[in-house]
């Protein structure tokens, strides 16, 4: 993640993935919570659409799978 983090009135803390770009087709923001959930959101949203939230080691298995290619992607 790059670009700085911000923080909404939920009290997250948001980073925009360093994927994204300013045409703004497939970006993604995450986050964490006070509690240490990890939150993702749709950057098109601005703020206002669903937040999905995950326990940790979920999303550690998640990326895990993501880099070790079980989930091709097609670009």
């Known amino acids: 993640m790059q670009h700085g ?4 009135q939920g009290g ?3 980073a925009k993935s360093s994927y994204s ?3 703004g087709n497939s970006c993604v923001e995450v986050g964490r919570t006070p509690a ?10 601005h703020g206002r659409g669903p937040v999905l939230k995950f326990e940790p080691a979920a999303f550690q298995g998640f990326l895990d799978a993501v880099k070790a290619g079980e989930f091709p992607v097609q670009l």
């Open 5 to 8: 983090t911000t923080l909404d």
């Open 36 to 45: 240490g959930a990890i939150p993702v959101r749709d950057t098109k949203q």
């Open 21 to 23: 770009s300013e045409a």
């Open 12 to 14: 997250y803390s948001w």
